[in-house]
């Protein structure tokens, strides 16, 4: 088969497209052959070699996988050749393209309680789009923050995958939105995604806009994996008795903090950690009912790798970054 292979930790040009042995299958496994794999950040890191993302290269990485079943081992029961599905990126064996290998190649294997079956009417690329991103981002939304219908969410690094999702999770709920970016070409994008407002950074700051925007009644949710400098500021922004959830820290995560916000306004601080198979399945259908779109930024043959990484890694992306082998 081929696959977009790491050959050794570092720079974009060391992923190559070039051939790569066919997975061999246990008795309770399945192999798939993979339509569409999205890329995450967790993909650039494990390309870079970042600290906690040790790999024996070379490799493959990709965990958001789609595709058609193609064989399955003889204790295989959930599922047979020829069905759609999903994969979902983490089993027992780690997390598919850092602690497995993953889903950028023609080919992958899976036990078989990784499988997520895809309605008829939800495209590999949807598919593919929703595990890491948008699972993520279910289990905020619901399991962890518990938004309700009417609740003000504020949303930063809502142009990103797992923020693209909260905004349009909130929205189904029924909550209402602020989104922010420093970029206004995707602030216009988020309104056009429905976000009821939304905060340009590069221009004022958002503690202060969020406040106002609240009638300085404060914030019910913040949805906050930027971390840093935007700690202490997400946490003026909130009402009495609101949560902060996080499921990352891409700008820092040793921030300073000021725990005075915390007690004297009874913050509810909350981690989030991964997706589970039910908001897979809930995401599926959802987009099978037309109620919720993935947002798609692009879509590359497998062999353009070292391009679909880098619009990743310089961020001019909008949603998600899919790879078709």
Request: negative net charge.
């Amino acid at each position: 088969m081929k696959a977009a292979v790491i050959e050794e930790q570092g720079p974009v040009e060391n992923i190559r497209y070039r051939d790569w042995p066919d997975p061999v299958i246990g008795s309770d496994e399945v192999l798939v052959r993979v339509k569409a794999c999205a890329l995450n950040y967790l993909d650039l890191e494990v390309r870079r070699g970042m600290p906690g993302h040790p790999i024996e290269t070379p490799w493959i990485s990709g965990g958001d996988a789609a595709g058609v079943v193609e064989a399955v081992g003889p204790e295989v029961t959930r599922a047979k050749p020829g069905d759609r599905v999903v994969l979902n990126p983490f089993g027992r064996d780690g997390m598919m393209g850092e602690e497995c290998q993953g889903g950028l190649a023609e080919l992958a294997k899976v036990p078989q309680e990784q499988i997520i079956h895809i309605p008829a009417n939800v495209s590999f690329e949807q598919a593919a789009a929703l595990p890491v991103g948008y699972g993520t981002a279910h289990r905020m939304m619901f399991d962890r923050a518990r938004v309700q219908p009417g609740e003000l969410v504020l949303i930063l690094g809502a142009a990103g995958g797992v923020g693209l999702g909260c905004l349009q999770i909130a929205k189904e709920i029924g909550a209402r939105t602020i989104c922010v970016s420093s970029r206004a070409e995707s602030l216009e994008q988020l309104t056009a995604l429905g976000s009821d407002h939304v905060i340009n950074t590069s221009k004022e700051d958002f503690s202060r806009a969020a406040w106002k925007l609240s009638e300085k009644k404060g914030i019910e949710v913040c949805v906050n994996y930027i971390g840093g400098e935007t700690w202490v500021p997400a946490l003026r922004a909130m009402k009495p008795g609101g949560r902060v959830v996080t499921c990352g820290a891409s700008a820092g995560f040793d921030p300073q903090t000021d725990i005075r916000y915390i007690w004297t306004r009874e913050l509810d601080i909350l981690g989030a950690n991964g997706w589970t198979e039910d908001g897979i399945a809930w995401l599926l259908e959802r987009i099978a009912a037309g109620a919720l779109e993935p947002v798609i930024d692009s879509v590359f043959p497998l062999s353009e790798i070292q391009e679909a990484q880098r619009k990743l890694e310089e961020r001019r992306i909008f949603g998600k970054v899919v790879l078709q082998p």
